[in-house]
């Protein structure tokens, strides 16, 4: 299924790309749209969790740097018959925590070091759980074309938009209300469809996580503290492109919570505690 949402996001980016292009160009213009698009589809999966672990200037750790979060990482994998994952650790008081990669087998986990500080070893257990379930579920894919291919046409909108306003183009085609329109609202459209995708895993994410940890109250507690740490403080270097990617949005507020990739964190603490009651 998440191979079928792949192909569909990377399509419907195509085509955002291509009506960009066309709205900014005309024809050629959506000629140079498709060349890109296919050399940003092909980079996106091949190199997309390079370029979001970059972006927040993860950096990669082994056992003898941090001895006691690597072993977690690497109980947890064993208890989810996963490949060990690549640890990194984002330096930044804030409290989050993503997955990225290609697959189980080139994936990666990072963590802040907020959330290193902030959480007792069980909660810390359960976030990591958490995310090596979005690697076992294979999300990590989507999730991270998603955040790559949104940030692009975000980029190439605002530049469209300057474009319209100080310049004009040589074929006519391309120009109009209609195009300066679309250039507006393709960002918009891009997110709508990074929302589409995130929500309903988070809750999935959520359960696989409480079963390999073994302690849904414990991701509850987790869950409940990271949001109030991320209402407190934004992480730095923040990207509304990858905020999908994130166990809890680093966005809060204004635009953040009206296109908001995750359900309210009330909602999945009331699945843990269904699902720790149940196990009672």
């Known amino acids: ?38 050399v940003m589809n092909f980079g996106s999966y091949w190199f997309s969790d390079k370029i979001v672990l970059a972006m927040y200037k993860a950096q990669p750790i082994t056992r003898e740097q941090s001895p006691k979060f690597y072993d977690m990482v690497e109980q947890l994998a064993q208890n989810a018959n996963l490949p060990m994952p690549k640890v990194y650790i984002i330096n930044d008081p804030t409290p989050n925590a993503f997955a990225t990669g290609r697959n189980p087998q080139n994936a990666a986990v990072a963590a ?35 955040a790559t291919l949104v940030g692009t046409i975000s980029y190439i909108a605002q530049m469209a938009g300057w474009a319209a306003m100080f310049g004009r183009s040589d074929d006519r085609e391309g120009n109009g209300i209609g195009g300066l329109f679309l250039i507006i ?6 997110m709508l469809l990074q929302m589409a995708i995130s929500r309903s895993r988070e809750f999935s994410a959520d ?37 999908h990617m994130f166990i809890i949005s680093p966005l809060f507020g ?6 908001s990739t995750h359900p309210p964190v009330e909602q999945r603490i009331a699945k843990l505690q269904e699902i720790a009651a149940g196990r009672r």
């Not at 609202?185 to 891009?190: C, D, E, G, H, K």
């Open 1 to 38: 299924m998440n191979g079928l949402k792949t192909v569909f996001l990377m399509s419907a980016m195509m085509a955002l790309f291509l009506l960009v292009g066309y709205a900014i160009g005309g024809r050629s213009g959506m000629t140079i749209a498709f060349v890109f698009s296919l």
């Open 112 to 146: 802040t070091t907020g959330i290193l500080q902030g959480l007792n070893n069980e909660e810390l257990a359960g976030v990591m759980a958490h995310e090596l379930a979005h690697v076992k579920h294979r999300d990590i894919l989507i999730s991270t074309i998603a």
């Open 185 to 190: 609202l393709s960002p918009i459209i891009a």
């Open 207 to 243: 359960a696989g996580g409480a079963e390999i940890s073994g302690n849904p109250m414990a991701l509850a507690s987790a869950l409940q503290k990271i949001s109030r740490g991320n209402q407190m403080n934004h992480l730095r270097n923040t990207n509304p492109s990858t905020a």
């Open 254 to 259: 204004g635009m953040g919570k009206l296109f």
